[in-house]
């Protein structure tokens, strides 16, 4: 499972260079793609990652309290850049001030909560963490919804989100906006 996520991090870090060094329709699309995988990463840990790691690390609550903080900024920053032309001229520079925040975020969850994991875990339970993480990104909100961050807010509002968010997706698709 912290293979998975730590994956899901390079992707992002990934996505972040890609969505900086295209324009236009390429851009577009590499950003929707970051929305997306930002999106469904951070629904996933707030309901397989965080509750798990509130409950059985040491200072697990300090730890997941500290993460929500950063889930929440973030996912308004990513709110407001999903509503941005990407050839705006203030796009740029704020998404390269969400990238700084979301790269400070991951090395936290690295750090803090990914190490918990391995220490407070068989590779078993491991295993059937990661199939947790597959199933809720399978049906988490493809775009940010800040103020839902916690395993609870995303069990009520996640579904209704995420098909409103797929649906809005699909409709963009479908009118060839973006992908």
Request: zero cysteines; hydrophobic letters at 40%.
């Amino acid at each position: 499972m912290v293979a998975l996520l730590m994956a899901q991090h390079g992707q992002i870090r990934n996505l972040f260079d890609e969505v900086e060094q295209s324009s236009g329709d390429a851009r577009r699309d590499a950003f929707r793609r970051l929305v997306r995988l930002l999106a469904v990463h951070e629904t996933a840990e707030e309901e397989a990652v965080h509750p798990y790691v509130k409950r059985t690390a040491d200072g697990g609550d300090d730890i997941v309290a500290d993460r929500l903080g950063e889930e929440k900024a973030a996912k308004q920053a990513l709110s407001a850049l999903d509503g941005m032309d990407v050839e705006d001229e203030a796009f740029l520079p704020r998404l390269l001030s969400l990238r700084t925040d979301v790269m400070e975020h991951a090395r936290a969850e690295e750090r803090y909560e990914f190490s918990q994991l391995r220490r407070l875990n068989d590779p078993a339970r491991l295993a059937a963490m990661a199939k947790a993480v597959k199933a809720a990104e399978g049906t988490a909100p493809t775009h940010p919804h800040p103020g839902v961050e916690s395993g609870a807010a995303n069990a009520v509002l996640g579904p209704v989100a995420a098909v409103v968010d797929r649906t809005r997706d699909a409709v963009r698709k479908a009118l060839g906006k973006d992908g």
